[in-house]
């Protein structure tokens, strides 16, 4: 595996492939491997000849007071990881290469991007877009994979493939949970013992919204017992939505009849912790 950190060096290494007719797969990701990164690379291994993962803290999808500085690191051990997957690039660049001086270009979607996290974080998406944007003009690649907890983040992605006719597959993998149910997430890292403990029941309370809209339930009936369950189980959490979507236009639905999709953002501590799951209708 070779570590590149300049841009234009793994552009050029990627057209060459492509030049060659091999395919590219890319997994973007922020670093600090889990279970649930591995599980990306290791679908990405098997969908094309070449496989490029990225580790970039993008300074552009976080807010002014969000964990930019906190971000938890660990290079050399994700380095390894993606040596032990099978990656033949780790693509580091620093920030002011991503970002070069003058730096005026962005991509926003609309619509999709605006409720949910993009309501709780504004410019969070557009970040993402843009560098996402960037990672695939650089590696060219021919199917990107994403994990389906940032559900929103996934749904932004394929419309802004879609809408620029950007010629890579985007495919999505389930949720990573700890053996309790915990969604994998970097930022579990920041969790006091205490605060763990009661993390689990951000998933708890996902389940019970399909165990209850699985038994008849309509959407009121099934926010109000999963608030109440909250309440008892999560003092220490915050809620910041739990929300019923559309799982591809994120737009608010009002009953079971299509998909929908749990959607729930949560800070426990110092962490903003999300989870979701798809509901299908009852045939
Ligand atoms: O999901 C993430 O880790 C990030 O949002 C991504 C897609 C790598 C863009 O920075």
């Not at 990881?81 to 693509?91: K, N």
């Not at 930022?187 to 993390?199: F, G, H, I, K, S």
Request: proline share 6%; net charge neutral; aromatic share 8%.
């Amino acid at each position: 595996m070779k570590t590149i950190v300049d841009p234009l060096l793994l552009q050029n290494q990627c057209l060459a492939w492509r030049g060659e007719g091999k395919s590219i797969a890319v997994v973007p990701t922020m670093g600090f491997f889990h279970a649930g990164h591995e599980s990306l690379m290791r679908q990405a291994r098997t969908l094309a000849d070449k496989l490029v993962v990225t580790l970039f803290v993008n300074p552009s999808q976080f807010g002014p007071g969000e964990d930019l500085g906190a971000y938890p690191r660990k290079l050399e051990q994700d380095a390894a990881i993606a040596q032990g997957h099978g990656a033949d690039v780790l693509f580091t660049p620093a920030a002011e290469e991503m970002y070069a001086p003058g730096h005026s270009t962005w991509v926003e979607v609309g619509g999709v991007s605006q409720g949910l996290c993009g309501a709780s974080r504004p410019g969070h998406f557009r970040g993402v877009t843009t560098v996402v944007a960037k990672l695939f003009s650089l590696c060219q690649p021919t199917v990107a994979v994403f994990g389906e907890k940032d559900w929103q983040q996934l749904a932004v992605i394929r419309r802004m493939v879609r809408d620029l006719f950007l010629p890579v597959s985007i495919v999505g993998m389930p949720i990573f949970r700890e053996a309790d149910g915990l969604a994998m997430s970097s930022r579990n890292a920041y969790l006091t013992p205490a605060e763990r403990a009661e993390a689990v029941h951000i998933s708890h309370g996902v389940f019970l919204a399909r165990k209850l809209a699985l038994q008849g339930a309509s959407i009121p009936e099934v926010k109000a017992g999963v608030l109440t369950y909250w309440n008892t189980h999560l003092p220490l959490g915050s809620l910041d939505y739990l929300q019923f979507v559309h799982p591809e236009t994120m737009q608010p639905v009002e009953n079971f009849s299509t998909p929908v999709l749990v959607a729930v953002a949560m800070k426990v501590g110092k962490a903003r912790l999300i989870d979701n799951c798809l509901i299908a209708p009852v045939a």
